[in-house]
């Protein structure tokens, strides 16, 4: 039903991540950082691995998740969609280990474990010096993502991606933006990890229950990645991750492009959240004028201001800090 994710075809000393962001599409490097130290003691053992963490780890709180045994570790809603399926810690990545060791030690069903999107140079700060990522900008921070046999369902990311398995492996299932239609997505505004997931289970799927699941498979991407793998995944792609060992760990960076930056990301998702309270009630005939509006001045290819001089285009040319400050206010000062 699904294709596999396509892979960068020479040595990965070769990879620029400038052809993969112009191409637009997802890319698998494999052995991108097969050299990093954590990449090579996790090839030994898990052991050796979680050693080599708490090596770096200054012992800075991080975020941690905690899934019942029923959840089979994925990420998600309580039954009655009111709320999650999780508890929330704060503790240090070396507990975090220590917890994810001992449950490896248990027979039967363990809790889902999942330590979430630490900021490396706050927890594991030596990490930076030894494990390079000379190919992306330098505002592209690393974090930390670990855990044991757990899924977070299909979600977005409006940041360019690119994630690194350190130790484990990890399945990762993507879907075209097109496909938002057939995922069965929940809230916007309310999500178990601050972006919205799916509902439905691409990995276990019910299609009685979520019949457009069909076609979003169809047009899945899948890839199994290994420690040292890296996959780039462009902007607004869903993305499932699901972990498939005791001690997964993935390291991942987000970035936009220098001349995005401050601007993009967060706004961008406001504007979505702002455009669904002002246009979703109005009448069908409105709706479309609105369409009309907003593909001409934000999301055709031509230069909508083309016959106004430079110097009187004011939002529809380049704006300085200063303008853009401005903007900013008038646009809150709307709200």
């Given at each position: 039903m699904s294709a596999p994710i396509a892979e960068f075809a020479n040595d990965a000393r070769d990879f620029a991540l400038a052809d993969a962001v112009a191409a637009g599409e997802p890319l698998l490097i494999r052995g991108l950082c097969r050299d990093w130290p954590l990449v090579q003691a996790a090839k030994r053992s898990f052991g050796e691995f979680a050693q080599a963490v708490a090596a770096l780890d200054n012992g800075a709180p991080v975020d941690v998740l905690r899934m019942p045994p029923e959840a089979e570790g994925v990420v998600g809603y309580n039954a009655a969609l009111d709320g999650f399926n999780y508890q929330h810690f704060r503790v240090g990545v070396t507990e975090a280990l220590q917890r994810l060791a001992a449950y490896s030690r248990t027979n039967g069903a363990v809790p889902g474990l999942a330590l979430q999107s630490a900021l490396v140079s706050e927890c594991l700060p030596g990490?930076?010096?030894?494990?390079?990522?000379?190919?992306?900008?330098?505002?592209?921070?690393?974090?930390?993502?670990?855990?044991?046999?757990?899924?977070?369902?299909?979600?977005?990311?409006?940041?360019h991606n690119l994630a690194v398995v350190a130790c484990g492996r990890r399945r990762f299932t993507l879907f075209p933006t097109d496909?938002?239609?057939?995922?069965?997505i929940g809230p916007l505004d309310f999500a178990p990890t601050g972006a919205a997931l799916t509902l439905a289970r691409p990995d276990q799927p019910d299609f009685e229950r979520h019949p457009r699941l069909r076609e979003a498979l169809a047009?899945?991407?899948?890839?199994?990645?290994?420690?040292?793998?890296?996959?780039?995944?462009?902007?607004?792609?869903w993305h499932q991750v699901e972990s498939l060992e005791p001690l997964n760990a993935l390291?991942?960076?987000?970035?936009m492009p220098a001349q995005l930056e401050g601007r993009a990301t967060a706004p961008a998702l406001g504007a979505l959240l702002h455009a669904r309270l002002a246009f979703a009630a109005l009448p069908a005939k409105e709706r479309q004028a609105w369409r009309t509006l907003f593909d001409h001045y934000v999301f055709g290819d031509a230069d909508p201001a083309a016959h106004i001089p430079e110097s009187k285009r004011g939002v529809l040319g380049e704006l300085d800090p200063e303008a853009l400050?401005?903007?900013?206010?008038?646009?809150r000062s709307g709200l």
């Open positions: 990490f930076l010096a030894t494990h390079p990522m000379p190919c992306l900008p330098m505002s592209a921070q690393p974090r930390l993502w670990a855990g044991n046999r757990v899924v977070t369902p299909a979600h977005f990311d409006a940041s496909q938002v239609a057939n995922l069965y047009n899945a991407l899948v890839a199994e990645l290994e420690p040292g793998d890296a996959l780039y995944m462009p902007p607004l792609w390291v991942n960076y987000w970035w400050a401005a903007l900013r206010e008038r646009i």
